[in-house]
């Protein structure tokens, strides 16, 4: 399966070991040639893109980048594979495509080539792929969103006029409809959806689809059959995000209420008479099958646990790709066989996650508790999600299991502002990011001080992303609650932040914030971990990636001087990469970096950990 497995070094501990073993998403199979699938795999080291020929038994590297590639797709006819070639993960570039191989590797990977030298390197808005080797692609720029059609030739004109914080969402199968969606009413957290007819004349609106202010629209997939227009949406019209089957030709809506809990995602069946539907409910998912004409829905057996992604065979079989926080992940199907597995062994087990529910100032809250052996109380960790519209899952990490290796409990907050249990819980912070998350955060650190399970003179704060910038506003806001704080990727400055961030994210913010922070300069002041800097008692360590468009590093370089100046205990590790790494070892030294920074300043010692304990700071 690779080419280059890296060596692993002899007694290594079991959280490197996490970390090594090869992981892969589920594949991703063409919808006219199904024996055909990509996916990536940390395999060779660092994740990269493979191709997977199931008819023939052969798997193909096709990517090898120094900073690694992540973002592909696979044509319909399976005969093009398309990744996103950026600069050392700055997100900035252009898609490639090359041949599916058939054979040699090497041959394949010398064959990538732009996808169209029209276009100049961009953020990626979204890629919809036809099967006659056509394509419509997004690009995101500072100056606007816009909408190419690229042929098999290589050339590229713009189908519409430029979109107000749009993308890309899907062809039809007969690649005559075009679904975009779009922020044209202003709020980028909840857009509406636009479909779009192509033709030899041109293009022209078929149909908008808008549900209202609050209320957004994700586009899915059209139906997977030639002359069926019918398109998958999620919509929240129930205050949870559900299916919608909508037709645009004719305007036709079949809004089922599937009386299910939680957050809902679907995908269809191949013949297009049903839906895959899973569930995320209080962190762990289920699958169902539901039927378009009877109503009917059928439970899919699966774990108990998460799936990360799901997808139905030709022939009606489910595979999915499924972990628990004490199990390493596996592509399975809903018989119980393993589809695929990476090559060597498998990830060493890690403990159970168990739920707790606290009441907090907006509702109850959801936390995961790892424990590690022993009894309470523990020193603990509290691992705080990215997103914010994101939420933690019992799915299995590695960096939960080597926290928990290093004698720490791990609790993990669904705070306000997370997927997965309902509309009003993640849009809550709108308005006011960041505290109203600390606030939950607060209740459930009190909790897990008041019920013995944590030791509150040793409680590390810590996150990446989303997760990075609670880490640096909590132990500003609140900093008699945290022993250490360990921050990865954050927003520290966050006007600064803002000015120099991708324009996404600007759009984002602004339907966050409601404006800019010309025009709620409050709103940003108060939300801005800069802006209590001089509450901040707790020992810092910051993680800070030299080419991050998300969290740039200039606005963590005026949050660090600002510590410096105050005389406040920091250290700061720079590396080669955007918005986070895809290479193993360096994931390694950086939670090794993060684990033994918070030993040494709590007075611990772990031995698996002691090497990286000396490493000096950069």
């Given at each position: 399966?690779?080419?280059?497995?890296?060596?692993?070094?002899?007694?290594?501990?079991?959280?490197?070991?996490r970390?090594?073993?090869?992981?892969?998403?589920?594949?991703?199979?063409?919808?006219?040639?199904?024996?055909?699938?990509?996916?990536?795999?940390?395999?060779?080291?660092?994740?990269?893109?493979?191709?997977?020929?199931?008819?023939?038994?052969?798997?193909?590297?096709?990517?090898?980048?120094?900073?690694?590639?992540?973002?592909a797709?696979?044509?319909?006819?399976?005969?093009?594979?398309?990744?996103?070639?950026?600069?050392?993960?700055?997100?900035?570039?252009?898609?490639?495509?090359?041949?599916?191989?058939?054979?040699?590797?090497?041959?394949?990977?010398?064959?990538?080539?732009?996808?169209?030298?029209?276009?100049?390197?961009s953020?990626?808005?979204?890629?919809?792929l036809?099967?006659?080797?056509?394509?419509?692609?997004?690009?995101?720029?500072?100056?606007?969103?816009?909408v190419?059609?690229?042929?098999?030739?290589?050339?590229?004109?713009?189908?519409?006029?430029?979109?107000?914080?749009?993308?890309?969402?899907?062809?039809?199968?007969?690649?005559?409809?075009?679904?975009?969606a779009?922020?044209?009413?202003?709020?980028?957290?909840?857009?509406?959806?636009?479909?779009?007819?192509?033709?030899?004349?041109?293009?022209?609106?078929?149909?908008?689809?808008?549900?209202?202010?609050?209320?957004?629209?994700?586009?899915v997939?059209?139906?997977?059959r030639?002359?069926?227009?019918?398109?998958?949406?999620?919509?929240?019209?129930r205050?949870?995000?559900?299916?919608?089957?909508?037709?645009?030709?004719?305007?036709?809506?079949?809004?089922?209420?599937?009386?299910?809990?939680?957050?809902?995602?679907?995908?269809?069946?191949?013949?297009?008479?049903?839906?895959?539907?899973?569930?995320?409910?209080?962190?762990?998912?289920?699958?169902?099958?539901?039927?378009?004409?009877?109503?009917?829905w059928?439970?899919?057996?699966?774990?108990?646990?998460?799936i990360s992604?799901?997808?139905?065979?030709?022939?009606?079989?489910?595979?999915?790709?499924?972990?628990?926080?004490?199990?390493?992940?596996?592509?399975?199907?809903?018989?119980?066989?393993?589809?695929?597995?990476?090559?060597?062994?498998?990830?060493?087990?890690?403990?159970?996650?168990?739920?707790?529910?606290?009441?907090?100032?907006?509702?109850?809250?959801?936390?995961?508790?790892?424990?590690?052996?022993?009894?309470?109380?523990?020193?603990?960790?509290?691992?705080?999600?990215?997103?914010?519209?994101?939420?933690?899952?019992?799915?299995?990490?590695?960096?939960?299991?080597?926290?928990?290796?290093?004698?720490f409990?791990?609790?993990?907050?669904?705070?306000?502002?997370?997927?997965?249990?309902?509309?009003?819980?993640?849009?809550?912070?709108?308005?006011?990011?960041?505290?109203?998350?600390?606030?939950?955060?607060?209740?459930?650190?009190?909790?897990?001080?008041?019920?013995?399970?944590?030791?509150?003179?040793?409680?590390?704060?810590?996150?990446?992303?989303?997760?990075?910038?609670?880490?640096?506003?909590?132990?500003?806001?609140?900093?008699?609650?945290?022993?250490?704080?360990?921050?990865?990727?954050?927003?520290?400055d966050?006007?600064?932040?803002?000015?120099?961030?991708?324009?996404?994210?600007?759009?984002?913010?602004?339907?966050?914030?409601?404006?800019?922070?010309?025009?709620?300069?409050?709103?940003?002041?108060?939300?801005?971990?800069?802006?209590?800097?001089?509450?901040?008692?707790?020992?810092?360590?910051?993680?800070?990636?030299?080419?991050?468009?998300?969290?740039?590093?200039?606005?963590?370089?005026?949050?660090?001087?600002?510590?410096?100046?105050?005389?406040?205990?920091?250290?700061?590790?720079?590396?080669?990469a955007?918005?986070?790494?895809?290479?193993?070892?360096?994931?390694?030294?950086?939670?090794?970096?993060?684990?033994?920074?918070?030993?040494?300043?709590?007075?611990?010692?772990?031995?698996?950990?002691?090497?990286?304990?000396?490493?000096?700071?950069?």
């Amino acid at each position: 399966m690779t080419e280059s497995t890296p060596t692993t070094p002899p007694n290594e501990p079991a959280w490197q070991l996490r970390f090594r073993a090869a992981r892969m998403t589920l594949p991703r199979w063409a919808r006219l040639r199904p024996e055909r699938s990509i996916f990536t795999s940390n395999a060779s080291g660092t994740v990269e893109i493979y191709a997977w020929d199931r008819s023939r038994g052969t798997i193909h590297q096709l990517t090898k980048r120094p900073a690694g590639t992540y973002l592909a797709a696979i044509d319909p006819a399976g005969e093009q594979v398309w990744w996103f070639d950026d600069d050392g993960g700055n997100e900035f570039g252009v898609w490639r495509r090359q041949p599916f191989p058939a054979d040699v590797p090497d041959d394949a990977r010398r064959s990538a080539l732009p996808a169209s030298s029209d276009l100049p390197p961009s953020y990626p808005a979204g890629l919809a792929l036809g099967r006659s080797g056509t394509a419509v692609l997004g690009r995101c720029t500072d100056a606007a969103t816009s909408v190419h059609l690229v042929r098999p030739d290589g050339s590229a004109h713009q189908l519409i006029p430029d979109l107000a914080d749009g993308e890309v969402g899907a062809l039809s199968a007969d690649g005559r409809l075009l679904a975009l969606a779009h922020a044209e009413h202003g709020d980028a957290r909840h857009k509406a959806l636009r479909v779009v007819a192509l033709d030899d004349s041109g293009t022209r609106t078929v149909a908008d689809l808008w549900d209202g202010p609050g209320l957004g629209l994700t586009v899915v997939d059209f139906a997977p059959r030639d002359g069926d227009p019918r398109l998958l949406v999620l919509h929240e019209r129930r205050g949870r995000v559900q299916p919608l089957v909508w037709n645009p030709l004719t305007g036709e809506q079949f809004d089922p209420d599937i009386d299910l809990p939680g957050d809902m995602y679907a995908e269809w069946y191949p013949d297009g008479a049903a839906l895959l539907v899973g569930h995320d409910v209080h962190a762990r998912t289920e699958l169902y099958r539901f039927d378009l004409a009877s109503g009917a829905w059928t439970r899919i057996p699966t774990r108990a646990g998460t799936i990360s992604g799901a997808t139905v065979r030709p022939d009606g079989v489910v595979e999915f790709l499924w972990s628990s926080s004490a199990e390493p992940p596996a592509v399975v199907d809903d018989t119980g066989r393993v589809v695929i597995q990476p090559p060597g062994p498998a990830a060493p087990a890690s403990v159970p996650a168990t739920d707790a529910w606290v009441d907090g100032p907006g509702g109850r809250i959801h936390a995961l508790i790892s424990r590690p052996p022993g009894k309470p109380p523990y020193p603990t960790v509290f691992l705080v999600h990215g997103g914010p519209a994101s939420h933690d899952t019992d799915s299995f990490t590695p960096a939960v299991a080597a926290w928990v290796d290093a004698g720490f409990a791990v609790v993990r907050v669904n705070y306000r502002g997370s997927t997965g249990y309902g509309k009003a819980w993640r849009d809550a912070i709108e308005g006011r990011p960041g505290l109203t998350e600390l606030a939950d955060l607060r209740a459930v650190r009190d909790w897990a001080v008041t019920t013995g399970l944590s030791d509150p003179r040793r409680l590390v704060l810590a996150g990446g992303s989303w997760g990075g910038y609670l880490t640096l506003l909590g132990i500003g806001v609140m900093p008699d609650a945290w022993s250490v704080g360990i921050a990865s990727v954050p927003v520290a400055d966050y006007v600064t932040a803002y000015y120099e961030e991708m324009e996404p994210l600007k759009a984002f913010d602004r339907a966050l914030f409601g404006g800019t922070p010309e025009e709620v300069p409050e709103r940003y002041r108060e939300a801005s971990p800069i802006t209590y800097i001089d509450q901040v008692r707790a020992p810092v360590f910051i993680l800070a990636g030299e080419n991050d468009p998300r969290c740039p590093i200039r606005q963590v370089e005026n949050y660090v001087d600002a510590l410096a100046r105050r005389g406040i205990t920091h250290e700061v590790y720079r590396f080669d990469a955007g918005h986070g790494s895809l290479v193993t070892e360096e994931r390694i030294r950086q939670v090794g970096k993060e684990i033994a920074f918070a030993l040494r300043h709590l007075g611990m010692h772990r031995d698996a950990f002691a090497e990286f304990a000396t490493l000096a700071a950069p």
